[in-house]
């Protein structure tokens, strides 16, 4: 009797005692085991820019105001290219994007040496910052990040006046490049699993005296990857260096086309 309980026992002891030593081992079955969640994402989107320009323009000693709004910017656009690239894991997110954009106007001058002048303006921008969210509603309805970055800036600028009492027509080129740094915000708020809401502000200098913009607007999901966005972006900076000035505003409504994956 007690060699039949003993073996009773020992068997309930090997039943037990397998299960535990395969966990032990590490052989836990499949389904016991939660999958890794990969929170990274990219994305990519391309823009198109309605863009005016208004402000003053100076080359050598000689400046003039240029005010091109965006709805003459068929008139006045000679080419454009705009778009970026951004990845996004977790609250860190990385964003980079450029724009290039070559406009040509004619403007009134002041005084009366000169009837007019022809400014021709080239532009190029790349922008890279690095965000960090600091603020997520609830229910997934939106979020807030902090970003800070570096900006390059590359322009090329034309000053021909047309004489009216001056003995000949004055005609200058000059270029200038120089980096600025920034912060901000930027943020999405969604209203519904389709409409949300983008905006950005941000300020900065180093290159510059004062660099500045602001961007808000109505966008809506097509999919979980496919966006479309309208925005009002207004960028402002204010250089000057010697001879050459550039204290102008870039704005207009803008049209983004995304995508994320």
Not at 20 to 34: D, F, L, M, Q, R
Not at 47 to 53: F, K, N, R
Request: aromatic fraction near 14%.
């Amino acid at each position: 009797m007690k060699l039949k309980i003993l073996l009773s026992s020992l068997a309930a002891f090997v039943a037990i005692s397998i299960p535990t030593s395969e966990i032990i081992a590490g052989e836990v079955p499949t389904e016991a085991i939660a999958p890794a969640v990969d929170d990274s994402s990219f994305y990519i989107y391309t823009d198109l820019w309605a863009v005016g320009i208004n402000g003053d323009v100076g080359i050598g000693g000689f400046s003039n105001p240029v005010d091109v709004g965006f709805d003459d910017i068929l008139d006045n656009l000679d080419a454009s290219l705009a778009g970026g690239f951004g990845f996004q894991k977790g609250k860190w997110g990385f964003l980079t994007e450029a724009l290039w954009l070559k406009i040509s106007t004619d403007a009134p001058t002041p005084g009366a040496l000169f009837r007019k002048a022809d400014i021709g303006v080239e532009q190029f921008m790349a922008d890279g910052h690095i965000s960090y969210r600091i603020f997520e509603c609830s229910k997934g309805k939106g979020y807030l990040d902090v970003i800070g970055g570096l900006r390059y800036t590359y322009l090329k600028t034309s000053l021909s006046l047309a004489p009216d009492r001056a003995p000949r027509r004055v005609s200058v080129v000059g270029s200038k490049s120089w980096w600025d740094g920034y912060g901000g915000l930027k943020g999405r708020y969604n209203f519904t699993d389709k409409w949300f809401a983008p905006f950005r502000a941000d300020v900065g200098g180093g290159g510059s005296s004062l660099t500045w913009q602001a961007m808000a607007g109505i966008g809506y999901q097509f999919t979980p990857g496919f966006d479309m966005k309208l925005a009002y972006r207004y960028f402002a900076v204010d250089y000057s260096d010697g001879g050459f000035l550039y204290d102008v505003a870039t704005s207009g409504p803008i049209l983004s086309l995304g995508y994320k994956f």
